[in-house]
């Protein structure tokens, strides 16, 4: 079967050191919860290596953190996308000679890039950006917030990482598997377009950050 590109949906979080999760006695996952590995500690039950993303059992017993395990959890929130596109590539080096002209071989150089378009969201009652928008533009541009009562807040702007969650098949169904794209990445540039007569949309660039780039297959649960 094939499916449409509609049936991939994009999902963002950002980075924040104050919530890293610490290993010791009595600290499990939670039930579903997506992961990324700092550290592991000496006899860690976490079977994935450092770096990369897992989801915190649905059933059963939850993985018991030992000292030495470090665990960010993952807060994915979906960005309603217009269109995306991901291209992955691994540079070659030129081995040709006489005897085998034209041969190459992989120099193991990875990288990956894409772009992302979607329309700025409003929140109907307040319209205030969605969280996603909100964390999007604060890679840009520094943040003031006025409360018109003499309150300020000032968020600079963020170079924190930003990890790119694709679900290639959001239909499957419960206990189909689903095929997710991780990636941590850099958000390169941001174009807004505000034409009076279309709605007003955002186009990202982005390149893959520091950090393995990851397929991540699970059974759908709910």
Same mark, same amino acid.
């Given at each position: 079967?094939?499916? %449409?590109?509609?049936?991939?949906?994009?999902?963002?979080? =950002?980075?924040?050191?104050?919530?890293?999760?610490?290993?010791?006695?009595?600290? %499990? %996952?939670?039930?579903?919860?997506? &992961?990324?590995?700092?550290?592991?500690?000496?006899?860690?039950?976490?079977?994935?290596?450092?770096?990369?993303?897992?989801?915190?059992?649905? +059933?059963?017993?939850?993985?018991?953190?030992?000292?030495?395990?470090? !665990?960010?959890?993952?807060?994915?929130?979906?960005?309603?996308?217009? =269109?995306?596109?991901?291209?992955?590539?691994?540079? %070659?080096?030129?081995?040709?000679?006489?005897?085998?002209?034209?041969? +190459?071989?992989?120099?193991?150089?990875?990288?990956?890039?894409?772009?992302?378009?979607? !329309?700025?969201?409003?929140?109907?009652?307040?319209?205030?950006?969605? *969280?996603? +928008? *909100?964390?999007?533009?604060?890679?840009?541009?520094?943040?003031?917030?006025?409360? =018109?009562?003499?309150? &300020?807040?000032? *968020?600079?702007?963020?170079?924190?990482?930003?990890?790119?969650?694709?679900? !290639? *098949?959001?239909?499957?169904?419960?206990?189909?598997?689903?095929?997710?794209?991780?990636?941590?990445?850099?958000?390169?540039? !941001?174009?807004? =377009?505000?034409?009076?007569?279309?709605?007003?949309?955002?186009?990202?660039?982005?390149?893959?950050?520091?950090?393995?780039?990851?397929?991540?297959?699970?059974?759908?649960?709910?």
């Amino acid at each position: 079967m094939k499916i %449409t590109g509609a049936k991939a949906w994009v999902f963002f979080d =950002s980075f924040d050191k104050d919530k890293i999760i610490s290993g010791g006695a009595g600290v %499990t %996952t939670k039930v579903g919860e997506w &992961y990324l590995i700092m550290d592991k500690g000496e006899g860690s039950g976490i079977e994935p290596p450092k770096g990369f993303p897992f989801r915190a059992p649905k +059933t059963g017993e939850q993985i018991a953190l030992v000292n030495g395990d470090r !665990l960010f959890p993952l807060d994915p929130k979906r960005f309603c996308k217009t =269109s995306a596109s991901i291209q992955i590539e691994q540079g %070659t080096v030129d081995v040709g000679d006489d005897c085998d002209p034209g041969a +190459t071989i992989p120099d193991h150089l990875f990288s990956a890039s894409g772009s992302l378009a979607g !329309l700025f969201r409003f929140d109907e009652e307040a319209m205030k950006f969605d *969280n996603v +928008t *909100n964390d999007i533009i604060n890679r840009f541009f520094d943040v003031v917030k006025d409360d =018109s009562s003499g309150l &300020y807040e000032y *968020n600079p702007r963020n170079d924190d990482s930003v990890f790119l969650f694709c679900c !290639l *098949n959001s239909n499957a169904k419960i206990g189909q598997i689903e095929n997710w794209i991780f990636l941590p990445i850099v958000i390169s540039s !941001l174009s807004i =377009s505000l034409g009076n007569t279309d709605a007003q949309n955002k186009d990202l660039s982005w390149s893959k950050g520091e950090g393995p780039a990851v397929i991540y297959q699970r059974p759908r649960t709910e």
